[in-house]
């Protein structure tokens, strides 16, 4: 007896419909924070308001721009969560987890597939109108629930190479999502223990964005400075999300793979599990370098398996990548790299043949 | 000149159709059950079944996306929550017919791609067949496992009165709909257990099990644990739907045609574990998509070299290519002499009398009454170009002659049928409409057909058209043991 073969292309799509997975729900944390901010007074004269921070990872800039000045909360939000035109939108990532799930249909449990399908029928229809009508913290609420809801679906009986598949694009997302996430406001950290007011509002945003806000609540004497939130975020060694113990886990399960083809992928993993070990939380001006490097080996790992593994003829394995092109830089740059979130998965090609 | 006259194919029959409910007047002693809970059953009740119904088929995406009609996207195909009943007396009538049906028309396939038996013997005219333009020339000589090429048949058949039943079209390309038959069950057992527990109805559910076998029997000669595959050409086709669902039933891997590639006449799947030799393609692509080398250049859906493959005899392609040729409405008058000729039977179920419009005497009566009658194009499918008769406009029947006129080889006609009807659940409450049934036909060591088959039903009032794309629903059909 053995499982059914897990296709290159279907590994690709089980990977991607867990990504949009994670940023679906990444999307609802940390929107609900940054309209949280927004509506408070105190936070509405600051130069950049955190919801067009949050656009500038989940929107391209384009998009942005085209949004009337001065850019209102409620525009960044539709723009955020219901914008058909923005593929980062919270709509555009929750009918890509289903479109995903669609293709890969065969391989994954009824549970699983009907969790999924259920939630894109309660979402199609979201839109400027519904998010009024339902008010945006009910829609973000949901979506919050509706992933767990889909977590709790995937379970043991899925075939173990969908499960990997569905892991390491989870934690792959989550790593991207929190380097980025970090990007956002390292360079504003002042070097003092003790957090000003607004500073830590918004770094305890960052931790509630991460997910985190009811551990942190539950850890007894938990430092709430800046290197204690970076701590937690980067390095906990009992945290499962901070960065060091899902790059540890990503590693493992790519080394599960045993594929050559995705020996660079590996090789990338080692390094950004090496990164985030080296950070040096005490010379947090050396953090932004950092996290432009993480952001790169991600990215990295990205390419190497779409190109790798998900590729219906993958070439041959691709090259160790140059460790020197991978080394810290000299001098770290001003801020990290943050770009726009990557796109992918399923796409509709020719399919016009009839059936009788 | 007028085909013989039938006493339920009138022209004007609609309106003396065939209750299949009652029979001489009274009610089926099989159908008792099912009329008793009907009139226990509020409209209220129904009504809100059908909307559980509607919603449990939304949540597992039993949906179909109808071509040229972006707007819609995917689409549930309505479902009537009243069963059709079929006693098993009519339906092991219909079992027997098809499969007797679907053994010629293999042999028939067999025989024109090898010795042309047939066509020697002047059962049916060589041009008829060769000058066929689903002949398909590069699969002479081919041998195919077991000699099977309709792997998986659906055989349209109709009722027009009690215990008679009129075969409409053969589908030994890629019948679709089987999904909606399981599914269909799946949901009546959901919403009216009580009734499974009231009367004896046959299981279908077995339906994935037998096909799987069947592919696996037609395996290439020396695979001992073939990988089968079915292979779709993508997620924007229609029946997609129905790829998912029976590579899900039947724990194979569901590919596209950039899965596969082929080495050195040997199909392979790309992995993550590396290629995974292919043994056996239950492919839902039409013929000329299968392989840009042989088919269609431009075809992105197919794989190159499959073909090679095939013909080396590495690859089981089910159905076999070139089956077009012997379910086109052309080849369809002809099945009753290929019955004879090969089985040397008498057809159990008969043909629809059907109008050759190549032929002037035929042609003619035909142009004369085009308002009685159904004008089918012999190569069309799922009831789209036809035009029906005593329901189109004047102008869009003298735009119909116009095109019948330009080639008169394209069209065949029938008189307009007398379908059946059985009680559906409609906006007005429960009311007559017309059905036909299409049952599943598997071949592999034997040919075998589950005891039920999808019921198509015309939701709109009068109509005859029956298909999902021109809506059309659907509806369980059950076959029940007699009530003695």
Partial sequence: ?356 | MPIPTLPHLSPHARGVAYHEMRSDGGLRPDCKPLDAWLRATSAEALERKRIEAQRLFTRRGITFAVYGDESEGERLIPFDVIPRIISSADWKLVQRGCVQRVRALNAFLNDIYHDQEILRAGVIPAEEVLGNKLYCAAMHGVEVSGQVHAHIAGIDVICVAPSQWYVLEDNLRTPSGVSYMLENRAAMRRLFPELFMQQRIAAIDHYPDLLLRNLIHCRPAGTETPTVVVLSPGSANSAYFEHAYLAERMGVMLVEGQDLFVDRDHVYAHTIDGPCRVDVIYRRLDDDFLDPLAFRSDSLLGVPGLFAAYRAGHVTLANAVGNGVADDKATYIHVPAMIRFYLGEEPVLSNVPTYKLKDPGDRAYVLEHLEDLVVKEVHGCGGYGMLIGPTASQAEREAYRARILADPSDFIAQPTLALSTCPTFVAQGIAPRHVDLRPYVLSGAQVEVVPGALTRVALKEGSLVVNSSQGGGTKDTWVVADAS
């Fill in chain 1, 1 to 356: 007896v053995s499982h059914t073969p897990l296709l290159s292309r279907i590994a690709g799509t089980c990977y991607w419909m867990a990504r949009y997975l994670e940023r679906s729900d990444h999307i609802a944390r940390t929107v609900t924070q940054a309209y949280w901010l927004s509506l408070r007074a105190d936070e509405r004269d600051a130069p950049v308001l955190p919801l067009e921070r949050i656009a500038s990872i989940h929107a391209e800039r384009s998009l942005i721009e085209a949004l009337p000045a001065p850019r209102e909360p409620g525009a960044l939000l539709a723009l955020l969560l219901v914008e058909r035109a923005n593929p980062g939108s919270l709509w555009c990532c929750v009918r890509a987890v289903r479109e995903n799930a669609r293709v890969a249909r065969p391989m994954l449990t009824n549970v699983l597939w009907e969790s999924i399908n259920t939630i894109w029928i309660e979402a199609r229809g979201l839109d400027p109108d519904a998010l009024a009508t339902r008010g945006i913290e009910d829609v973000l609420t949901w979506t919050r629930q509706r992933c767990q809801w889909i977590r709790g679906a995937i379970d043991e009986f899925l075939p173990p190479a969908v499960s990997r598949m569905i892991r390491i694009g989870t934690r792959l997302e989550r790593i991207d999502n929190l380097v980025r996430l970090l990007g956002l406001v390292i360079p504003e950290p002042v070097h003092r223990p003790c957090l000003g007011e607004r500073l830590e509002r918004t770094w305890l945003a960052v931790v509630e964005s991460a997910g985190l806000g009811d551990w942190v609540r539950r850890q007894v004497g938990c430092e709430r400075s800046l290197p204690g939130l970076v701590q937690l975020l980067v390095r906990d060694r009992e945290q499962p999300r901070a960065l060091a113990n899902l790059s540890a886990a990503l590693l493992d399960d790519l080394e599960d793979l045993r594929q050559p083809a995705v020996a660079s992928v590996v090789d990338a993993a080692e390094l950004l599990t090496e990164c985030v070990r080296g950070v040096d939380l005490r010379a947090m001006d050396a953090v932004p370098g950092a996290l432009d490097r993480m952001l790169r080996l991600v990215a990295q790992c990205h390419q190497g398996l779409q190109t790798g593994l998900f590729s219906p003829a993958p070439s041959d394995p691709l090259p160790i990548p140059d460790r020197a092109s991978l080394a810290p830089p000299a001098a770290p740059p001003p801020s990290p790299a943050v770009a726009v979130l990557p796109t992918g998965g399923q796409e509709q090609r020719q399919g016009q043949t009839r059936d009788h």
